[in-house]
């Protein structure tokens, strides 16, 4: 009985030692709520960190939201027009025919756009910032490509605020992409000038720096320089500098005092920066980010699922919500080297018994588009050619001799002198529940017409395997895309088939040289008429059925304003908000 | 004995070269290329569409991917010898499909010559164009004879129509059936890492490029002490609770805390750690805990303070991380524990009036934590190794988190300077187990016929 009670004493003991210790941790300190609203600090959700902020290595989504509020371009699309804006340049470029197939853009510089040292931004420096992307460095690869259209550059001595770049490739998409690299201080990206000593022509045959040794210490600098994400390195003209960056965990932006553009009267986000500071937290789980918001930790937060964003709809006492058409695609892609799908009837009966509304309503909760094409435009018919129709698919299945011989609900055909049953695979990237969703409507609707379709999830560095490999049958993809002229050269040229993206091995002629056509400089309407009829034809052919776009989906606190949101990355400006 | 435990220690050096060579075959095998998770991170949209395949040539070459994998390699005689030069899957397995069909890979090179020759000089996008990139890109003699016949007769000529004739002559098929060994010598995937992880050297990321040592001496430290912690707060609870479990076998107590830490045992970690953000953490609810992170002490705070701030985030990740363990500990403890309070000399304790408190803890406690130092031997892994669902729900960069980004992007530095690492704790975690019994029961002895005696 006594040691009884003694145990029950000990017991108890170890009970109160723990809930005094519980409670001591969990006074836990105030949210950031009171203090971000002092400080007009906009605290933002992000799933993954950025992998470099380097303006040579910025590649993931991340990396570039947040280097579009440290360095500025010469031009950049407006979110609202689509057209193009001058960022450090008062605009476009004026493009002249020169002889010998050669095309000169010369661009204009804002004579008040500066560095944070005060220095003007002048043609030297759109010079030393093209030849630093041009550098042949080993981790430059990707941007010498980007970059290599561009013959030579010629700077007026007389003007120091005009700048022409020589090609000879002009194309729908070369105006844009000119202007489209940072401009970089020389100060905090090569204080030596040893770039100074290059041409552009020089650089773009070098292939490496190892026999040159200044180079190859520049090189150096600059790895280093992105190895450890040294902050005073990483300066730019944009409205924001870099203020703090915990790797995993947190990047903190302060807003400049003296930006150039403070005083400029410009509607463009480019020239927004009305938060003092922007944060973004690092959160990989979206229950956790959603915890977050509601708890006041932070105030936007972006990419929610459609379920999760309803019940922050429906809470419109505390939070404000924002949805916007993507701009991009999703598709079924039909590998056209299988021997079943190489019939292109087959590859629309399979159009046909896609649902695309119910998809749209239950999979996405209606947070989706139906999208037929992938490039978008007001002239272009988005209306879906096969919208759900079983009839239609069993007549066209008939029709190229697919019929349940042996009556098991399944349908066969003799290929190559065998009986082959219509047995597909589904493929899709795991932990995507949106496209398990889609692979299982569209299981049991191809059921209901004698087609069997298994559905096949593999881990994302398989699914990139098979899809270049062509080693599927159908299978899932998505793309957000640019607001730029289309480009359909990676989805559907033949060039793109055989270990590029053309993951449906698609080859044809008259796609092809529609292709060349569309990526040539002419006029938009020009242009309109020939992506019609390709548009036509691949609706026809059939290798992708394009099927929708779903909404990017925001949510806010209420203390959170000025959010717009736009179809294109990044969806909302950080820069555009404030408490 | 301390020559049985370095002996012990130096068999080490083959069993971790045995593991490095396990490991190193098992990624080779896993499918998934790190050259098309790069480039599937940098893509932009470019008019150049043969860039992509540069681009992993480029990479393959600067990571040494293009080289062989180990010092040699068992191959039919038809093979392609140089096969790991090839930067798409697809490329790969056509030259071993067709290499098979034919018998002569050197056939096959030849042809893909003359084409890639007649590619260059016609214009692109032409009929002709097409179908020689059609014979380049068949997977099979059939499709490549199809595309042929197509041509025309002038298209056809110059050595072209002998060669693809030579496809049809069976003389080489014997090839198929013969085995051969290729040596790559010292120039391999294997070998190079070998030599740098002996020069301590353990590589750069194929993410971000930083080296893989940095990277883990930046995620160790929080899951170390997430794992601790977790360790310690299990085994306070699970050791007093056992032993007194024991003792009052069959008692409220045994059976309260039986029933519930095979409860806690049966519910998965990732379902609890949200129930965990959403009931304690989020604002519906008890707001008693943040829910993400480690925390951010302003620097001006004083020790208290951030002990405060970074115990308030870590409450619900320990209590994720101790709460699975807690059955096991129990049940070690307690089965331990009752085997002891069964022998003779606790019955003679107690009738020599000895106190309960004394018999638990001074007499049998000694003798049933004989199965914690092997619990804790084999722990020195977990520790460092952290879990991933706990750390991606509280968004905690620890070794979890970056154990599985490595995997997921094929990072193979950073893959396998972890499993190096696991290995060489786990080994290191049993030799401490074994040296700590012999210092925890000095009967335990080793003998010069290496049997292991006890008592």
């Known amino acids: 009985m006594q040691s009884n009670q003694r145990s029950f004493t000990h017991l108890f003991r170890a009970l109160l030692l723990m809930l005094i210790f519980i409670n001591l941790i969990a006074c836990i300190p105030e949210s950031q709520d009171d203090k971000s609203n002092l400080l007009n600090k906009i605290i933002m959700r992000e799933a993954a960190d950025a992998k470099s902020l380097h303006p040579l290595t910025v590649r993931d989504a991340v990396g570039f939201k947040v280097a579009l509020f440290m360095y500025q371009s010469l031009v950049n699309i407006d979110y609202e027009s689509q057209s193009l804006v001058g960022v450090v340049a008062k605009g476009e470029p004026q493009i002249d025919s020169l002889p010998k197939q050669i095309y000169k853009l010369t661009y204009q510089l804002r004579p008040e756009a500066q560095f944070d040292n005060g220095r003007q931004i002048e043609a030297a420096d759109i010079l030393f910032s093209l030849k630093y992307y041009l550098a042949p460095f080993t981790f430059n690869r990707d941007n010498r490509d980007y970059y290599q259209f561009i013959d030579s550059v010629k700077i007026n001595k007389n003007n120091s605020t005009a700048i022409s770049f020589y090609t000879h490739q002009l194309n729908s998409r070369t105006k844009f992409i000119s202007g489209d690299f940072f401009i970089l201080p020389y100060e905090s990206f090569d204080p030596n000038r040893i770039l100074s000593n290059y041409s552009i022509s020089d650089l773009k045959q070098l292939v490496k720096t190892d026999s040159l040794p200044n180079l190859l210490q520049l090189e150096q600098h600059t790895d280093s320089s992105i190895k450890n994400a040294s902050i005073q390195d990483l300066k730019g003209s944009g409205p924001y500098s870099l203020l703090n960056w915990e790797k995993g965990k947190r990047i903190q932006l302060e807003k400049k005092s003296n930006w150039w553009a403070s005083n400029l009267n410009e509607q463009s986000v480019y020239f927004q920066n009305k938060a003092n500071q922007l944060q973004i937290e690092i959160i990989p789980d979206e229950t956790t980010a959603l915890s977050a918001l509601k708890s006041g930790d932070i105030d936007v937060l972006q990419g929610l699922s459609p379920k999760n964003y309803e019940k922050l709809q429906s809470d419109s006492s505390r939070f404000l919500t924002y949805e916007m058409e993507k701009r991009g695609y999703q598709y079924i892609g039909f590998n056209m080297n299988h021997p079943i799908l190489q019939e292109k009837e087959l590859r629309k009966a399979i159009a046909y018994i896609c649902p695309l509304k119910i998809i749209v309503d239950q999979v996405y909760y209606g947070k989706a588009s139906i999208s037929s094409v992938p490039y978008v435009s007001a002239t272009t018919s988005n209306e879906d050619q096969y919208a759900h129709n079983l009839q239609k698919a069993k007549n066209l299945l008939e029709s190229i001799d697919w019929k349940d011989v042996d009556n098991d609900g399944l349908l066969e055909k003799e290929i190559n002198g065998e009986l082959v049953e219509l047995e597909l695979e589904f493929l899709y990237n795991t932990s995507n529940d949106s496209r398990a969703a889609i692979g299982m409507i569209l299981k049991q609707e191809a059921k209901k017409v004698g087609i069997k379709i298994n559905v096949q999830s593999v881990e994302w560095s398989i699914y990139l395997e098979r899809l270049r490999n062509g080693n599927t049958t159908l299978f899932y993809y998505g793309a957000q895309t640019a607001p730029l002229p289309p480009d359909f050269s990676s989805l559907f040229h033949s060039k793109s088939a055989f270990g590029g993206r053309n993951f449906a091995q698609y080859q044809s002629i008259q796609a092809d040289s529609l292709i060349a056509i569309i990526n040539k400089n002419i006029s938009v309407d020009k242009r309109d008429k020939i992506v019609k009829a390709f548009y036509g034809l691949i609706q026809d052919e059939l290798p992708y059925y394009f099927m929708l776009t779903p909404y990017e989906l925001i949510a806010t606190s209420k203390k959170v304003k000025g959010l717009r949101i736009y179809s294109d990355r990044p969806y909302y400006w950080a820069s555009e908000l404030y408490k | 004995m301390l020559l049985y435990f370095i002996k012990r220690l130096f068999l080490f050096i083959p069993t971790l070269f045995i593991i490095t060579l396990f490991v190193f075959a098992l990624l080779q095998f896993s499918g998934g290329d790190p050259a098309l998770n790069a480039l599937e991170r940098s893509y932009q949209e470019s008019y150049d569409i043969s860039n992509d395949a540069k681009k992993i040539r480029a990479y393959r070459k600067s990571n040494n991917l293009d080289l062989p994998t180990f010092y040699f390699s068992v191959q039919r005689l038809s093979s392609c010898d140089t096969l790991y030069r090839f930067p798409f899957a697809a490329e790969r397995s056509r030259a071993e499909a067709l290499a098979y069909a034919t018998g002569d890979w050197s056939l096959i090179a030849r042809l893909d010559d003359e084409i890639k020759k007649r590619l260059n000089r016609e214009q692109s996008d032409t009929k002709a164009s097409h179908l020689l990139m059609e014979i380049l ?319």
């Not at chain 2, 490549?144 to 496809?167: C, H, M, P, Y």
């Not at chain 2, 992170?293 to 115990?311: Q, V």
């Not at chain 2, 092997?374 to 509280?394: D, K, Q, R």
């Not at chain 2, 696991?422 to 029961?441: C, I, K, R």
């Open chain 2, 137 to 455: 890109t068949a997977k099979s003699i059939t499709q490549i004879k199809a595309s042929f016949a197509q041509l025309s007769l002038t298209e056809r000529n110059d050595g072209l129509d002998e060669l693809v004739n030579e496809l049809n002559c069976n003389h080489w098929r014997i090839k198929n059936y013969i085995p051969t060994i290729r040596f790559h010598g010292i120039s391999n995937q294997y070998h190079l890492w070998l030599t740098e992880i002996l020069n301590g050297n353990f590589g750069n990321s194929y993410i971000d490029r930083l080296p893989v040592s940095i990277k883990i001496k930046e995620a160790l430290p929080i899951t170390l002490i997430i794992s601790l912690c977790a360790l310690l707060i299990a085994l306070c609870i699970a050791i007093p609770l056992g032993i007194y479990a024991a003792y009052y076998q069959n008692g409220w107590l045994d059976k309260i805390c039986s029933q519930l830490f095979f409860t806690f045992y049966a519910l998965p970690t990732f379902w609890v750690a949200t129930l965990l953000v959403v009931f304690f953490g989020a604002g519906d609810f008890l707001e008693w805990f943040p829910v993400y992170g480690i925390g951010n002490p302003p620097e001006e705070a004083n020790l208290l303070e951030k002990f405060k701030i970074y115990s308030a985030h870590l409450a619900l990740p320990i209590f994720c991380y101790l709460y699975g363990g807690l059955a096991y500990l129990f049940r070690h403890i307690r089965r331990s524990t009752l085997e002891e309070l069964k022998q003779d000399y606790i019955t003679s304790a107690m009738a020599k009036g000895l106190s309960i408190h004394a018999i638990l803890w001074r007499h049998s406690f000694k003798k049933s934590s004989f199965p914690l130092i092997t619990i804790l031997g084999s722990a020195l892994p977990a520790l460092i190794s952290g879990s991933f669902v706990i750390e991606y729900i509280f968004s905690i960069d620890g070794m979890g988190l970056l154990m599985l980004e490595a995997f997921f992007s094929r990072d193979y530095p950073m893959i396998l300077s972890l499993l190096l690492l696991g290995a060489v704790l786990t080994l290191f975690g049993m030799w401490l187990a074994d040296l700590l019994y012999s210092f925890a029961d000095p009967r335990v002895e080793i003998d010069d016929s290496k049997k292991y005696h006890k008592g």
